[in-house]
């Protein structure tokens, strides 16, 4: 007797599981190694080293979003950044060597073009103005300090955009006639002239401080330095 026929129905084999993806690395690690590269790196470049082409428009509202993202206590924004580009330069480069000659009736005639010369070497100069609120709650030191950090944070995105900068303050940032040339206002004052540009030659980094000169450790039981009466 034949014995009924068993039909066998197939169950479709598990799918073969996908290899699983990397772990992606921690936010603050992935990008450790090239950011550090390049704070090691960054150095200031003569202003004749610096050549075109500058940053474009787009490169240089992002450069100066990331120097605008500096501490700030009180968000009281106490800087603001002019830009000299273009032709600007030309023309403020002029305006400055004709109120030097007034300032100086004995300036040798070599020398009546020296501040449009200054203000053509690098493509682009963004004048970092300090103008703290005295009014304010938050020291006025406090407040210089975050200019001071906003014109680091841009010398920083520069490089990190494969830029160079010189950081001046020379006469037309400290003069208060050249100054007003800039639009700078009462209160206010001129923290540097930042020169922007492609580096056209590797510049010899600086000597720098050993930490052993600059850092130590605070100790409960080091003497006072204060020259005040307890």
């Known amino acids: 007797m034949n014995q ?16 699983a993806a ?12 090239p ?18 082409p500058g940053p474009t428009p787009a490169e240089l509202e992002r450069m100066l979003h990331l120097a605008a993202r500096v501490p700030d206590h009180g968000r ?12 600007t330069r030309r023309a403020l480069g002029e305006r ?7 300032q100086n009736p004995e300036l040798p005639a070599g020398k009546s073009d020296m501040w449009t010369l200054y203000m053509l070497r690098a493509p682009l100069t963004v004048v970092l103005v300090s103008r703290p609120d005295p009014a304010a709650k938050v020291p006025e030191w406090n407040q210089v300090l975050s200019a001071g950090a906003a014109g680091m944070a841009l010398t920083v ?10 950081w001046l303050l020379k006469w037309p940032g400290r003069d208060p006639q050249a100054t007003a040339l800039l639009g700078v206002k009462p209160g206010e004052k001129v923290a540097g ?30 003497p006072s330095t204060s020259n005040e009466t307890p």
């Open 157 to 166: 995105a520069a490089s990190a955009m494969g830029f160079a900068t010189q």
């Open 76 to 87: 009281l924004v106490p800087w603001r950044f002019i830009v000299v580009a273009g032709e």
């Open 22 to 33: 990397p772990a992606a690395e921690p936010l603050w690690i992935a990008p450790l190694e």
């Open 35 to 52: 950011m550090l590269a390049r704070l090691e790196s960054r150095r200031s470049s003569p202003l004749r080293g610096l050549v075109e």
């Open 193 to 222: 002239f930042i020169h922007l540009g492609r580096p056209s030659v590797e510049s010899a980094d600086r000597a720098r401080p050993a930490l052993e000169e600059v850092v130590s450790a605070w100790s409960p039981d080091q």
């Open 4 to 19: 009924p026929s068993r039909h066998h129905h197939a169950h479709p084999a598990p799918p073969a599981s996908a290899p």
């Open 96 to 102: 400055l060597d004709a109120l030097y000659a007034r």
